[in-house]
Protein backbone atom coordinates (compact mmCIF):
# COMPACT_ATOMS: atom_id res chain seq x y z
CA UNK A 1 0.00 0.00 0.00
CA UNK A 2 1.27 3.81 -0.92
CA UNK A 3 2.60 5.44 1.81
CA UNK A 4 0.17 8.57 3.01
CA UNK A 5 2.10 11.80 2.66
CA UNK A 6 2.11 13.77 6.15
CA UNK A 7 1.41 17.38 6.64
CA UNK A 8 3.96 19.46 7.56
CA UNK A 9 3.80 20.57 11.48
CA UNK A 10 7.14 21.11 13.11
CA UNK A 11 9.17 20.48 9.92
CA UNK A 12 11.47 17.48 11.33
CA UNK A 13 9.71 14.52 9.44
CA UNK A 14 10.00 13.89 5.93
CA UNK A 15 6.46 15.21 4.12
CA UNK A 16 4.48 17.51 1.89
CA UNK A 17 2.99 20.45 3.12
CA UNK A 18 -0.50 20.99 2.83
CA UNK A 19 -0.15 23.73 0.77
CA UNK A 20 1.49 21.25 -1.68
CA UNK A 21 -1.37 18.75 -1.60
CA UNK A 22 -3.69 21.62 -2.11
CA UNK A 23 -1.70 22.60 -5.72
CA UNK A 24 -1.61 18.84 -6.38
CA UNK A 25 -5.71 18.67 -6.25
CA UNK A 26 -5.95 22.07 -8.50
CA UNK A 27 -3.50 20.30 -10.81
CA UNK A 28 -5.62 17.64 -10.74
CA UNK A 29 -9.03 19.43 -11.28
CA UNK A 30 -7.63 21.72 -13.68
CA UNK A 31 -6.03 18.92 -15.62
CA UNK A 32 -8.08 15.28 -15.76
CA UNK A 33 -4.77 14.01 -17.71
CA UNK A 34 -2.69 14.12 -14.46
CA UNK A 35 -4.01 11.70 -11.61
CA UNK A 36 -3.23 12.18 -8.27
CA UNK A 37 -0.55 10.01 -8.32
CA UNK A 38 3.22 12.07 -7.89
CA UNK A 39 4.65 10.37 -10.38
CA UNK A 40 2.27 11.23 -13.14
CA UNK A 41 3.45 15.05 -12.57
CA UNK A 42 5.50 16.04 -15.24
CA UNK A 43 9.38 17.21 -14.30
CA UNK A 44 8.02 21.05 -14.27
CA UNK A 45 5.63 20.04 -11.91
CA UNK A 46 7.96 17.66 -9.96
CA UNK A 47 10.68 20.52 -10.14
CA UNK A 48 8.47 22.88 -8.50
CA UNK A 49 6.96 19.96 -5.98
CA UNK A 50 10.56 19.49 -4.94
CA UNK A 51 11.27 23.33 -4.50
CA UNK A 52 8.14 24.09 -2.32
CA UNK A 53 9.33 20.90 -0.11
CA UNK A 54 12.39 22.02 0.10
CA UNK A 55 10.87 25.96 0.65
CA UNK A 56 8.78 24.86 3.63
CA UNK A 57 10.59 21.69 5.29
CA UNK A 58 14.01 22.94 5.27
CA UNK A 59 14.13 27.13 4.66
CA UNK A 60 11.52 27.36 7.11
CA UNK A 61 12.73 25.74 10.27
CA UNK A 62 15.94 27.42 9.54
CA UNK A 63 14.50 31.01 9.84
CA UNK A 64 12.78 30.43 12.68
CA UNK A 65 15.55 29.44 14.52
CA UNK A 66 17.12 32.69 13.19
CA UNK A 67 14.55 35.26 13.45
CA UNK A 68 13.02 34.68 17.01
CA UNK A 69 16.66 35.76 19.16
CA UNK A 70 16.35 39.38 17.14
CA UNK A 71 13.14 39.70 17.13
CA UNK A 72 13.14 38.85 20.92
CA UNK A 73 16.44 41.60 21.42
CA UNK A 74 14.34 44.33 19.44
CA UNK A 75 11.03 43.53 21.87
CA UNK A 76 13.16 43.79 24.95
CA UNK A 77 14.99 47.22 23.27
CA UNK A 78 11.60 48.72 22.77
CA UNK A 79 10.00 47.78 25.84
CA UNK A 80 13.14 49.89 27.66
CA UNK A 81 12.41 52.67 24.95
CA UNK A 82 9.29 52.98 24.36
CA UNK A 83 7.49 51.21 27.09
CA UNK A 84 5.98 49.35 24.25
CA UNK A 85 4.16 46.61 26.34
CA UNK A 86 1.94 49.46 28.76
CA UNK A 87 1.55 52.13 25.36
CA UNK A 88 -1.69 53.73 24.85
CA UNK A 89 -3.16 55.04 21.64
CA UNK A 90 -1.99 58.64 22.57
CA UNK A 91 1.78 57.00 23.15
CA UNK A 92 1.94 54.34 20.94
CA UNK A 93 4.85 53.98 18.62
CA UNK A 94 3.48 54.58 15.12
CA UNK A 95 6.75 54.28 12.91
CA UNK A 96 10.18 52.61 13.39
CA UNK A 97 12.19 55.17 12.17
CA UNK A 98 15.55 52.47 11.51
CA UNK A 99 13.78 50.41 8.89
CA UNK A 100 11.35 53.48 7.81
CA UNK A 101 8.63 51.37 8.52
CA UNK A 102 4.79 52.51 9.56
CA UNK A 103 3.71 49.88 12.28
CA UNK A 104 0.58 47.59 11.76
CA UNK A 105 -1.77 47.70 15.22
CA UNK A 106 -4.98 45.92 12.91
CA UNK A 107 -3.94 42.34 14.06
CA UNK A 108 -2.53 42.91 17.25
CA UNK A 109 -4.88 42.40 20.16
CA UNK A 110 -7.53 41.05 17.42
CA UNK A 111 -7.91 44.89 16.73
CA UNK A 112 -9.06 45.01 13.47
CA UNK A 113 -12.08 42.72 14.23
CA UNK A 114 -13.40 43.48 17.14
CA UNK A 115 -13.15 47.20 16.25
CA UNK A 116 -12.25 47.92 13.02
CA UNK A 117 -11.14 51.48 11.67
CA UNK A 118 -12.13 52.93 14.86
CA UNK A 119 -8.40 53.13 16.10
CA UNK A 120 -8.77 55.12 18.78
CA UNK A 121 -10.27 51.92 20.30
CA UNK A 122 -7.48 49.53 19.73
CA UNK A 123 -5.53 47.82 22.46
CA UNK A 124 -1.97 49.00 21.71
CA UNK A 125 -0.17 47.22 24.24
CA UNK A 126 2.78 44.63 22.88
CA UNK A 127 2.72 41.51 25.14
CA UNK A 128 5.20 39.81 23.47
CA UNK A 129 7.87 38.85 20.46
CA UNK A 130 4.41 37.94 18.27
CA UNK A 131 2.61 40.97 18.96
CA UNK A 132 5.51 42.75 17.74
CA UNK A 133 6.10 40.90 14.75
CA UNK A 134 2.51 41.64 13.51
CA UNK A 135 3.39 45.17 13.75
CA UNK A 136 5.77 44.74 11.01
CA UNK A 137 3.50 42.60 8.66
CA UNK A 138 0.29 42.75 6.63
CA UNK A 139 -2.39 42.14 9.13
CA UNK A 140 -3.67 38.63 6.82
CA UNK A 141 0.22 37.82 7.06
CA UNK A 142 0.37 38.19 10.60
CA UNK A 143 1.33 35.00 12.59
CA UNK A 144 -1.65 34.17 15.47
CA UNK A 145 -0.09 32.56 18.07
CA UNK A 146 3.62 31.76 17.77
CA UNK A 147 6.49 30.99 15.09
CA UNK A 148 5.02 27.58 14.65
CA UNK A 149 2.83 26.63 11.50
CA UNK A 150 0.81 29.59 11.66
CA UNK A 151 3.73 31.88 10.94
CA UNK A 152 4.14 30.69 6.99
CA UNK A 153 7.85 31.51 5.23
CA UNK A 154 5.79 34.28 3.41
CA UNK A 155 6.08 35.92 7.14
CA UNK A 156 8.93 35.20 8.18
CA UNK A 157 10.96 36.31 4.98
CA UNK A 158 8.73 40.26 5.40
CA UNK A 159 9.83 40.30 9.08
CA UNK A 160 13.70 39.82 7.87
CA UNK A 161 12.97 42.22 5.21
CA UNK A 162 10.54 44.79 6.77
CA UNK A 163 12.50 45.48 10.15
CA UNK A 164 15.76 46.76 9.58
CA UNK A 165 17.33 44.39 12.51
CA UNK A 166 18.93 41.73 10.02
CA UNK A 167 21.97 42.33 8.59
CA UNK A 168 22.11 43.83 4.53
CA UNK A 169 23.13 40.44 3.26
CA UNK A 170 19.90 38.48 4.94
CA UNK A 171 18.00 40.82 3.88
CA UNK A 172 18.33 41.24 0.25
CA UNK A 173 18.92 37.51 -0.23
CA UNK A 174 15.58 37.05 1.78
CA UNK A 175 14.00 39.50 -0.63
CA UNK A 176 16.17 37.16 -3.32
CA UNK A 177 13.80 34.31 -2.40
CA UNK A 178 10.57 36.18 -1.54
CA UNK A 179 10.57 37.23 -5.07
CA UNK A 180 13.00 34.55 -7.06
CA UNK A 181 10.94 31.48 -5.62
CA UNK A 182 8.04 32.03 -2.65
CA UNK A 183 5.94 34.17 -5.15
CA UNK A 184 6.55 32.36 -8.16
CA UNK A 185 5.91 29.18 -6.26
CA UNK A 186 2.74 30.57 -4.63
CA UNK A 187 1.50 32.30 -7.86
CA UNK A 188 2.19 28.80 -10.11
CA UNK A 189 3.08 28.74 -13.75
CA UNK A 190 4.37 25.19 -14.39
CA UNK A 191 5.83 26.39 -17.75
CA UNK A 192 8.36 28.58 -15.47
CA UNK A 193 9.88 25.45 -13.90
CA UNK A 194 12.27 24.69 -15.90
CA UNK A 195 16.39 23.13 -15.45
CA UNK A 196 17.39 26.85 -15.11
CA UNK A 197 14.46 27.62 -12.76
CA UNK A 198 15.15 24.68 -10.48
CA UNK A 199 18.60 25.20 -10.35
CA UNK A 200 18.52 29.32 -9.43
CA UNK A 201 15.74 28.19 -7.01
CA UNK A 202 18.38 26.04 -4.80
CA UNK A 203 21.22 28.80 -5.39
CA UNK A 204 19.33 31.57 -3.81
CA UNK A 205 17.95 28.86 -1.08
CA UNK A 206 21.91 27.94 0.16
CA UNK A 207 22.80 31.75 -0.12
CA UNK A 208 20.17 32.66 2.64
CA UNK A 209 21.31 30.01 4.43
CA UNK A 210 25.02 31.14 4.40
CA UNK A 211 23.78 34.19 5.82
CA UNK A 212 22.29 33.36 8.92
CA UNK A 213 23.41 33.79 12.23
CA UNK A 214 23.99 29.51 12.99
CA UNK A 215 26.77 27.67 13.27
CA UNK A 216 28.66 26.08 9.97
CA UNK A 217 27.79 22.82 11.08
CA UNK A 218 24.45 23.41 11.06
CA UNK A 219 24.64 25.41 7.83
CA UNK A 220 26.66 22.52 6.26
CA UNK A 221 23.75 20.35 7.64
CA UNK A 222 20.63 22.23 5.75
CA UNK A 223 22.80 23.01 2.56
CA UNK A 224 23.78 18.98 2.04
CA UNK A 225 20.19 18.22 2.75
CA UNK A 226 19.02 21.10 0.13
CA UNK A 227 21.62 19.47 -2.53
CA UNK A 228 20.35 16.18 -1.83
CA UNK A 229 17.05 16.88 -1.99
CA UNK A 230 17.93 18.76 -5.81
CA UNK A 231 19.83 15.72 -6.90
CA UNK A 232 18.05 12.89 -5.58
CA UNK A 233 14.17 14.76 -5.18
CA UNK A 234 12.48 12.66 -7.84
CA UNK A 235 13.16 9.97 -5.88
CA UNK A 236 12.38 10.94 -2.51
CA UNK A 237 9.03 12.02 -4.14
CA UNK A 238 8.36 8.15 -5.14
CA UNK A 239 8.43 7.50 -1.36
CA UNK A 240 4.92 8.94 -0.82
CA UNK A 241 3.50 7.98 -4.61
Not at 136 to 148: E, I, Q, S
Not at 189 to 214: A, G
Request: aromatic share 8%.
Amino acid sequence: MAAKPPEVRDGTNLSIPLKLQDKNDVISDKHPEVTAKLSALDDRQKRWLIVGICLHRIILPALRQYIVPILTDLYNELILKQNIETQTYQTHLTRYAPANTDLNYEAVNNNKATYGNQRAKYDYTIKSVVDLSKLFLPTHMAPDTGFHETCDISALLGLIINTGRFPLSVSSCAENVRSGIRNPWVHCNFTEWDDVKYSHSFQLMEQLVKTLRLSSYEINEINNELREWKINGNVQIQIYD
